[in-house]
């Protein structure tokens, strides 16, 4: 089968424009659920200094996860500076983004879980941005490695791929349909529906990036993506794990009473 193949210029404007398009979703649906819980819009009082936060995060952790991912091209930024500006990663805007938050929250004195209303604009941000990733084709670090497999798609080199976009664009969708199906039991303990998405879309990108070609090899045939996916798992996990034992615990103490 054959996949899209746009011009490099096609391709570029094809991606930014899925990428703010998926921005842009987020955040309406972000709007659109604090409506329905009877909030603010968007901001509320204190609130602004989190928002900041987290777009400063998101924002340096997007390009710190890709320069660790290509290191190789420290050599050609040292000679044109404006390569800093390129490329991203959805797992340093995600780590950086959680990053800029927790520490807007000690800085500003906020203790309550924030996560929760952005599983769903993150879910609609992910899959309309990888839209334009696949659209992008070779032109984008998205593609998977070859395959034999019936759904191998060929992006205009003649080799069949695992179109790995579409991969993370079901698994995307999954994960949030699961966590929308078990929003009420999981909306009695605050953070937690982000943080089985967070854990969850980690887990997916350690495992398939390991069908992707690796830019740079860190050893035994891990990215630097998959090597910050292990660190930020290993830091993360424990507090995920206390939060559902507590809900587990919780829950038994009620159905006793």
Same mark, same amino acid.
């Given at each position: 089968?054959?996949?899209?193949?746009?011009?490099?210029?096609?391709?570029? $404007?094809?991606?930014?424009?899925?990428?703010?398009?998926?921005?842009?979703?987020?955040?309406?649906? &972000? @709007?659109?659920?604090?409506?329905?819980?009877?909030?603010?819009?968007? !901001?509320? @009082?204190?609130? $602004?200094?989190?928002?900041?936060?987290?777009?400063? %995060?998101?924002?340096? %952790?997007?390009?710190? /996860?890709?320069?660790?991912?290509?290191?190789? !091209?420290?050599?050609?930024?040292?000679?044109?500076? @404006?390569?800093?500006?390129? %490329?991203?990663?959805?797992?340093?805007?995600?780590?950086?983004?959680?990053?800029?938050?927790?520490?807007?929250?000690?800085?500003?004195?906020?203790? #309550?879980?924030?996560?929760?209303? $952005?599983?769903?604009?993150?879910?609609?941000?992910?899959?309309?941005?990888?839209?334009?990733?696949?659209?992008?084709?070779?032109?984008?670090?998205?593609?998977?490695? +070859?395959?034999?497999?019936?759904?191998?798609?060929?992006?205009?080199?003649?080799?069949? @791929?695992?179109?790995?976009?579409?991969?993370?664009?079901?698994?995307?969708?999954?994960?949030?349909?699961?966590?929308?199906?078990?929003? #009420? +039991?999981?909306? #009695?303990?605050?953070?937690?529906?982000?943080?089985?998405?967070?854990?969850?879309?980690?887990?997916?990108?350690?495992?398939?990036?390991?069908?992707?070609? /690796?830019?740079?090899? &860190? %050893?035994?045939?891990?990215?630097?993506?998959?090597?910050?996916?292990?660190?930020?798992?290993?830091?993360?996990? +424990?507090?995920?794990?206390?939060?559902?034992?507590?809900? #587990?615990?919780?829950?038994?103490?009620?159905?006793?009473?």
């Amino acid at each position: 089968m054959t996949g899209p193949v746009l011009a490099p210029a096609a391709a570029q $404007f094809a991606h930014l424009l899925f990428e703010w398009l998926g921005i842009a979703v987020g955040v309406q649906l &972000y @709007r659109w659920q604090r409506r329905q819980a009877g909030q603010p819009a968007m !901001l509320e @009082r204190g609130s $602004f200094g989190v928002v900041i936060g987290c777009i400063l %995060g998101a924002a340096i %952790g997007n390009k710190a /996860v890709f320069w660790i991912e290509m290191p190789q !091209l420290w050599a050609s930024a040292a000679v044109d500076w @404006r390569l800093l500006a390129s %490329g991203q990663s959805i797992v340093g805007g995600l780590l950086g983004g959680l990053i800029g938050v927790e520490v807007a929250k000690k800085l500003t004195g906020i203790t #309550r879980s924030t996560g929760d209303q $952005f599983v769903l604009p993150l879910v609609a941000g992910t899959v309309v941005g990888r839209i334009g990733c696949f659209l992008a084709g070779l032109h984008d670090g998205t593609y998977g490695n +070859p395959t034999a497999l019936p759904w191998g798609l060929d992006f205009g080199d003649g080799v069949p @791929r695992h179109p790995t976009q579409l991969y993370d664009m079901l698994v995307v969708l999954a994960l949030g349909a699961a966590l929308w199906h078990w929003r #009420r +039991p999981l909306a #009695r303990h605050s953070g937690l529906a982000f943080k089985l998405y967070l854990s969850g879309y980690l887990f997916w990108r350690l495992c398939v990036d390991g069908i992707k070609p /690796v830019p740079y090899d &860190y %050893g035994f045939g891990l990215s630097g993506i998959q090597l910050v996916c292990i660190v930020a798992l290993a830091l993360y996990l +424990p507090g995920l794990a206390r939060q559902l034992m507590e809900g #587990r615990r919780d829950g038994a103490e009620q159905y006793s009473r």
